[in-house]
T-cell receptor
């Protein structure tokens, strides 16, 4: 167990729907990162939150949004889902910038 | 943006063999990590190694930051070592994201 908890582990949903992925960082870690892993794009950075504030943005679609709550857990919201959004979504956390990342076990999203 | 290239892309070994995986990167970095993605999809942190050498059991890693490469050594490989090995870097003075290479897929046969 890495200490980073992601739920759910698997999600199957239909096109056009909206889902929420949840991440609890390791105890004491202030930064949360979201990554998408698809077969054709590899591991891509989506967004980072640090202590509740958005810190950096990557190739995140406008249909996707995220937030980090006061207890430091984070949620990634994916809406108007398309077949191409099917992927593994990882959350990672770190104490501060430049420290090693620890990844959760991922949420496997299948859009049908 | 920074380029992270891993070689070889695929590697097939017999159990007990040794191997070296390489990661080249195109810019100065302040964070480099090696990860193992197992067949179930989990990303396991192997090393945080922006410079120098570290060892953990049968695995060791060396990063030569001035020459912009890192090596991951696997000795006496086991079937449980199978999976994809990723190198990921964070640029000095850049954003805080980790940029991943495309990975080396390792298959260890019994």
């Amino acid at each position: 167990d890495s200490g980073v908890t992601q739920t759910p582990k698997h999600l199957i949903t239909a096109t056009g729907q909206r889902v929420t992925l949840r991440c609890s960082p390791r105890s004491g870690d202030l930064s949360v990162y979201w990554y998408q892993q698809s077969l054709d794009q590899g591991l891509q950075f989506l967004i980072q939150y640090y202590n509740g504030e958005e810190r950096a943005k990557g190739n995140i679609l406008e249909r996707f949004s995220a937030q980090q709550f006061p207890d430091l857990h984070s949620e990634l919201n994916l809406s108007s889902l398309e077949l191409g959004d099917s992927a593994l979504y990882f959350c990672a956390s770190s104490l501060r910038t430049g420290n090693g990342y620890t990844f959760g076990s991922g949420t496997r999203l299948t859009v049908v | 943006g920074i380029q992270v290239e891993q070689s070889p892309p695929d590697l097939i070994l017999q159990e007990g063999a040794n191997s070296t995986l390489r990661c080249n990167f195109s810019d100065s970095v302040n964070n480099l990590q090696w990860f193992h993605q197992n067949p179930w999809g989990q990303l396991i942190n192997l090393f945080y190694i922006p410079s120098g050498t570290k060892q953990n059991g049968r695995l060791s890693a060396t990063t030569v930051a001035t020459e912009r490469y890192s090596l991951l050594y696997i000795s006496s490989s086991q079937t449980t070592d199978s999976g994809v090995y990723f190198c990921a870097v964070m640029i000095q003075g850049g954003s805080e994201k980790l940029v991943f290479g495309k990975g080396t897929k390792l298959t260890v046969n019994p």
